[in-house]
């Protein structure tokens, strides 16, 4: 009994706890790829609002937003130069990693929580998981692994990933709006918003958003035919390969 009452004691002196939910819009839940798709920008917007009428706001807030593709195996190659000659001698598979990772945020993510945080919740380039298989198995490896940074650099340079502490601006207090970059080879599927915020360096409330890229026209036509009816697919295009050589001869024969 005496505890209770210590409890109820303290909770009167300190006021009510903050408590804070999101609420997120995002500007376009589906991206058409077309012929002519050069890339493009999705903005995130949000709000912090205080999740009860009792639940008080603070003064200042960070935002993380992790933007993940679809999954898939990808292989990284070493290539050494034997004899002159730059050849392949080592590879390393990359299993059901994400094709595309976007870490958006307001500051640098370090600045925003603690290192530990970070690896908890995988947050960073340098912290999310990329299993290797190595031999017979499948795990994730040291952060300066060759392989994985080779993995990383390849993938930053493609814009597939990317780490912009620029990407979130707080437009008041608790306003936010987030910019989202589609580069123009970004590959097709559902694609996973993760957004968290943060507060004097703790994780305070954190929601999910979703969106889907698919390809529209002619160039939908193709992808599902070649993966629906790949002999038939495979036949025509060997066919018009011979049209267009033989087309190409008869234009351009001379006497």
Known sequence: MRRLVLTLLIVMLTGPAAAERLVVSLSSHRVAITSNFIGEELVLFGTVEPDGAKSALRSSYDLIVIVTGPHETLRTRRKQRVLGIWVNVASREFVQTP?????????????????????????????????????????????????????????????????????????????????????????????????????????????????????????????????DHGLLYGLATVLMALFTGWFASVVLKRD
């Open 99 to 227: 094709s595309y990772l976007a870490v958006l945020s307001n500051k640098p993510v370090n600045q925003i929580t603690s290192p530990e945080t970070l690896r908890r919740l995988q947050v960073g380039l340098d912290n999310v998981l990329l299993p290797q298989r190595i031999g017979p198995d499948i795990a994730d490896t040291v952060r300066n692994d060759p392989f994985r940074m080779a993995f990383v650099r390849l993938q930053t340079q493609q814009s597939l990933y990317s780490e912009i502490s620029t990407a979130v601006t707080f437009l008041t207090p608790t306003v936010f709006r987030a910019a989202i970059p589609l580069p123009a080879d970004v590959p097709t599927g559902n694609y996973a918003i993760n957004v968290q915020l943060y507060a004097d360096g703790l994780l305070v409330a954190r929601t999910n958003s979703a969106l889907e890229v698919i390809k529209v026209g002619f160039e939908q036509y193709v992808a599902d035919a070649a993966r």
